[in-house]
């Protein structure tokens, strides 16, 4: 299965100021996906992103705040921008694998704790 | 009504007790159906994958899927403190590109 490092792994931000956080892979996958999973609720996806094409959002989630970058095919950053305290969540990355080639599987990172105070 | 509805517990049993963890969803088109194990501070790691009906099973753990009733559950049998997580069902959408994930149970077990 592909390896996913996601970083940071926690963080404590000021409310107003962004925060990035990187995902990379240790392979070449075409699909790389963001999630985020609040208290007590499921993991929501917040987008999927392309290498060389715009990232695609989920209803509820836009584009100025949640900017995607996906320069390669082993690697995305997602910035949770103008964050207040409802940002506080986990964010995790994802992405699409088949170890056995013959059903889907999907590998997630250890994820990025954010608190925002 | 949700996608995809998930007891979130939490559900707490002593060693070797037979676990029983399930969800329903609402879309008779889905087919392929995943059970995820989340241990504190790590991601969700695939534990099994079903698809249509039928049950599957790996070791202590089975996964069955009733279409009729739009169900599935996963069985954990002699259940272990290392089994103590929490379990997040997950269909695959119509269009096949990502995953709708139930809120997940956490389990404990005691030894």
């Known amino acids: 299965s592909a390896v996913i490092s996601q970083k940071p792994s926690r963080d404590i931000c000021q409310r107003g100021t962004s925060l990035t956080i990187q995902c990379q892979v240790d392979s070449q996958v075409t699909m790389m996906f963001w999630y985020r999973q609040q208290p007590g609720q499921s993991l929501t996806l917040i987008a999927t992103a392309n290498q060389g094409s715009e990232a695609t959002y989920e209803s509820g989630f836009v584009i100025d705040k949640f900017p995607i970058s996906r320069p390669n095919l082993t690697f995305s950053t997602l910035t949770v921008s103008n964050m207040s305290p409802e940002d506080s969540s986990i964010y995790l990355c994802?992405?699409?694998?088949?170890?056995?080639?013959?059903?889907?599987?999907?590998?997630f990172g250890s994820g990025t704790r954010l608190t925002v105070v | 009504q949700k996608e995809v509805e998930q007891d979130p517990g939490p559900l707490s049993v002593p060693e070797g007790a037979i676990v029983s963890l399930n969800c329903t969803y609402s879309n008779s088109a889905f087919q392929y159906f995943m059970w995820y194990r989340q241990y504190s501070r790590k991601g969700p790691e695939l534990l099994m994958y079903?698809?249509?009906?039928g049950n599957k099973e790996d070791g202590r753990f089975t996964a069955q899927v009733d279409k009729s009733s739009k169900y599935i559950s996963l069985f954990i049998r002699d259940s272990q403190p290392s089994d103590s997580a929490t379990y997040l069902c997950a269909i695959l959408n119509q269009a096949g590109t990502a995953l709708i994930f139930g809120k997940g149970t956490t389990l404990s077990v005691s030894s």
């Open positions: 079903t698809y249509s009906s």
């Open positions: 994802s992405v699409e694998d088949k170890p056995s080639g013959d059903h889907y599987g999907y590998t």
